[in-house]
C-alpha cells in the first residue's frame, strides 16, 4: 500500500512539472483547430452525409484518441523508443506497402493513401514520418563520431528515408515527400553529415523531382497556377484565388466564426489543406498571428529543451519533432498563401484529419517528457 502511494505521488509530481508553454500551445491549437473544423466542414458534411456535425465529430474521437496517447507518452521513458527502434521503423515501412494491396488500400481523389479501418482509415505516411524522425535520432547520435563520412554517416539514413520517400511518391504524395526530405537535409545537417554531401545529394534529387512534376498533368498546373495563379481565377488558379479572398476580406477581426463566405464551395476541402485560409477570413489578423505565435512558442520550447539536452540522442529527439510539426505549419501556411505550390498537406494540430491529429499529438507527448526529465535533471 505504501509502495503504491509512493508511485501515485511521483506520478503527481511528474504530472504537475510539465513544461505549461508547450502543453499550452499545444492545447490551444488543438481546441482552435476543432472550432474551424466545425466551421468549415459545415456545410459541406450536410450535403455529403446528411449531418452537419459528420467530419466534426470525427475530428472530437480522433483528438481523444491523441490526447490519450499523449499523455501516455508523457510518461513513457525515452529510451523505450531507441529499444523499440527497429520494429517502429518496420511496421511503418509496412503500412507504407500495405496501401498497394488491393481491398486493404484506399484510393480517393486518385491518390491510394490510406489503409482501412473498418469504418475508418489510416494514412501511413503520417506514422512514418513520426518513425523517420525516431530512426534518425537514434541512428545520428550511435555514429555522432562519424557522421562525416558518407558510408556511414550519410548512405544508410538515405537508404532507410529514401525508401520511405519513394514509396510516398508512388501513393501520389508529393507534399509528404517533400516534408520527408526536408526532415532528413535538416536533421543530418544538424546531426553533423557534410554539406557537400547533402549539397550533392539535392543536385541529384532535383531531377527526379522535376520528372515526378513533369509525368503528372494535375502537378505540372499546380505550378504554373503557383507562377500566376490570376491567368485562370475560375479554373486551375481557382482555389489559391479564393484563398487570397479569404485573407483579403478578413481584415483586422475577421467576419466572425461560422460567418466567413468562401467554405461555401469556393474552397474545395475548406476543412483540410486551406482550413487556415478559413481562419483568416473568419477570425481575421487577430486569428491568424494568434495561430502563428502558438506555433512559434512551439518551436522555441522545443528547440530549447533540444539544446538543453545532455546527450545527443535527446538533442535529436526533441530537434526531429519539433521539426516535424514546425515544417509542415510553415508550409501550409505558405501555400495559402500562394508563397508554394500547392502541396495537399494540412495544418498540424488544426487541419481535419485523425491521421496527422494523433501523431503530432504523439510528437508533443514525447516532447513533454523530455522536457521533464531534463528538468528534473537540472534541478
Same mark, same amino acid.
Given at each position: 500500500?505504501?509502495?503504491?502511494?509512493?508511485?501515485?505521488?511521483?506520478?503527481?509530481?511528474?504530472?504537475?512539472?510539465?513544461?505549461?508553454?508547450?502543453?499550452?500551445?499545444?492545447?490551444?491549437?488543438?481546441?482552435?483547430?476543432?472550432?474551424?473544423?466545425?466551421?468549415?466542414?459545415?456545410?459541406?458534411?450536410?450535403?455529403?452525409?446528411?449531418?452537419?456535425?459528420?467530419?466534426?465529430?470525427?475530428?472530437?474521437?480522433?483528438?481523444?484518441?491523441?490526447?490519450?496517447?499523449?499523455?501516455?507518452?508523457?510518461?513513457?521513458?525515452?529510451?523505450?523508443?531507441?529499444?523499440?527502434?527497429?520494429?517502429?521503423?518496420?511496421?511503418?515501412?509496412?503500412?507504407?506497402?500495405?496501401?498497394?494491396?488491393?481491398?486493404?488500400?484506399?484510393?480517393?481523389?486518385?491518390?491510394?493513401?490510406?489503409?482501412?479501418?473498418?469504418?475508418?482509415?489510416?494514412?501511413?505516411?503520417?506514422?512514418?514520418?513520426?518513425?523517420?524522425?525516431?530512426?534518425?535520432?537514434?541512428?545520428?547520435?550511435?555514429?555522432?563520431?562519424?557522421?562525416?563520412?558518407?558510408?556511414?554517416?550519410?548512405?544508410?539514413?538515405?537508404?532507410?528515408?529514401?525508401?520511405?520517400?519513394?514509396?510516398?511518391?508512388?501513393?501520389? @504524395?508529393?507534399?509528404?515527400?517533400?516534408?520527408?526530405?526536408?526532415?532528413?537535409?535538416?536533421?543530418?545537417?544538424?546531426?553533423?553529415?557534410?554539406?557537400?554531401?547533402?549539397?550533392?545529394?539535392?543536385?541529384?534529387?532535383?531531377?527526379?523531382?522535376?520528372?515526378?512534376?513533369?509525368?503528372?498533368?494535375?502537378?505540372?498546373?499546380?505550378?504554373?497556377?503557383?507562377?500566376?495563379?490570376?491567368? @485562370?481565377?475560375?479554373?486551375?488558379?481557382?482555389?489559391?484565388?479564393?484563398?487570397?479572398?479569404?485573407?483579403?476580406?478578413?481584415?483586422?477581426?475577421?467576419?466572425?466564426?461560422?460567418?466567413?463566405?468562401?467554405?461555401?464551395?469556393?474552397?474545395?476541402?475548406?476543412?483540410? @489543406?486551406?482550413?487556415?485560409?478559413?481562419?483568416?477570413?473568419?477570425?481575421?489578423?487577430?486569428?491568424?498571428?494568434?495561430?502563428?505565435?502558438?506555433?512559434?512558442?512551439?518551436?522555441?520550447?522545443?528547440?530549447?529543451?533540444?539544446?538543453?539536452?545532455?546527450?545527443?540522442?535527446?538533442?535529436?529527439?526533441?530537434?526531429?519533432?519539433?521539426?516535424?510539426?514546425?515544417?509542415?505549419?510553415?508550409?501550409?501556411?505558405?501555400?495559402?498563401?500562394?508563397?508554394?505550390?500547392?502541396?495537399?498537406?494540412?495544418?498540424?494540430?488544426?487541419?481535419?484529419?485523425?491521421?496527422?491529429?494523433?501523431?503530432?499529438?504523439?510528437?508533443?507527448?514525447?516532447?513533454?517528457?523530455?522536457?521533464?526529465?531534463?528538468?528534473?535533471?537540472?534541478?
Amino acid at each position: 500500500m505504501t509502495e503504491n502511494r509512493s508511485r501515485y505521488r511521483a506520478m503527481a509530481r511528474q504530472a504537475a512539472s510539465v513544461d505549461l508553454w508547450l502543453l499550452g500551445s499545444v492545447l490551444l491549437l488543438c481546441g482552435l483547430g476543432l472550432i474551424m473544423v466545425m466551421s468549415a466542414s459545415s456545410v459541406l458534411a450536410e450535403g455529403r452525409y446528411n449531418d452537419a456535425y459528420f467530419l466534426f465529430k470525427h475530428q472530437v474521437l480522433s483528438l481523444g484518441l491523441g490526447l490519450v496517447l499523449m499523455i501516455l507518452c508523457r510518461f513513457l521513458p525515452v529510451s523505450l523508443y531507441a529499444k523499440l527502434i527497429y520494429p517502429i521503423l518496420l511496421l511503418s515501412l509496412a503500412g507504407l506497402i500495405l496501401v498497394f494491396v488491393p481491398g486493404v488500400g484506399l484510393t480517393a481523389g486518385g491518390a491510394t493513401r490510406w489503409l482501412r479501418l473498418g469504418s475508418g482509415s489510416l494514412q501511413p505516411s503520417e506514422p512514418a514520418k513520426l518513425a523517420l524522425v525516431l530512426f534518425l535520432a537514434y541512428s545520428m547520435a550511435k555514429k555522432k563520431e562519424s557522421m562525416g563520412s558518407f558510408s556511414i554517416g550519410l548512405l544508410p539514413h538515405l537508404l532507410v528515408a529514401g525508401l520511405m520517400i519513394c514509396l510516398t511518391l508512388l501513393q501520389k @504524395d508529393l507534399g509528404m515527400a517533400v516534408i520527408l526530405t526536408l526532415l532528413l537535409l535538416v536533421m543530418l545537417y544538424l546531426g553533423g553529415a557534410r554539406l557537400s554531401h547533402l549539397l550533392g545529394f539535392v543536385v541529384a534529387a532535383v531531377p527526379l523531382g522535376v520528372l515526378m512534376v513533369l509525368i503528372a498533368p494535375y502537378r505540372v498546373k499546380r505550378f504554373v497556377t503557383f507562377a500566376d495563379p490570376w491567368a @485562370d481565377p475560375l479554373g486551375a488558379g481557382y482555389q489559391i484565388v479564393h484563398s487570397f479572398l479569404a485573407f483579403g476580406s478578413g481584415g483586422i477581426f475577421g467576419a466572425g466564426i461560422g460567418s466567413g463566405h468562401q467554405k461555401l464551395g469556393y474552397l474545395p476541402e475548406p476543412h483540410t @489543406d486551406f482550413i487556415f485560409s478559413v481562419l483568416a477570413e473568419e477570425a481575421g489578423f487577430i486569428g491568424v498571428g494568434l495561430v502563428v505565435v502558438l506555433f512559434m512558442i512551439l518551436a522555441w520550447r522545443g528547440f530549447y529543451w533540444a539544446r538543453q539536452a545532455p546527450d545527443y540522442y535527446q538533442r535529436y529527439l526533441a530537434t526531429g519533432l519539433t521539426l516535424l510539426i514546425s515544417i509542415q505549419a510553415m508550409v501550409n501556411m505558405a501555400v495559402v498563401l500562394g508563397l508554394l505550390p500547392t502541396t495537399g498537406l494540412t495544418l498540424p494540430l488544426m487541419s481535419y484529419g485523425g491521421s496527422s491529429l494523433v501523431v503530432n499529438l504523439i510528437a508533443a507527448g514525447i516532447l513533454l517528457r523530455l522536457s521533464d526529465t531534463l528538468r528534473r535533471s537540472s534541478v
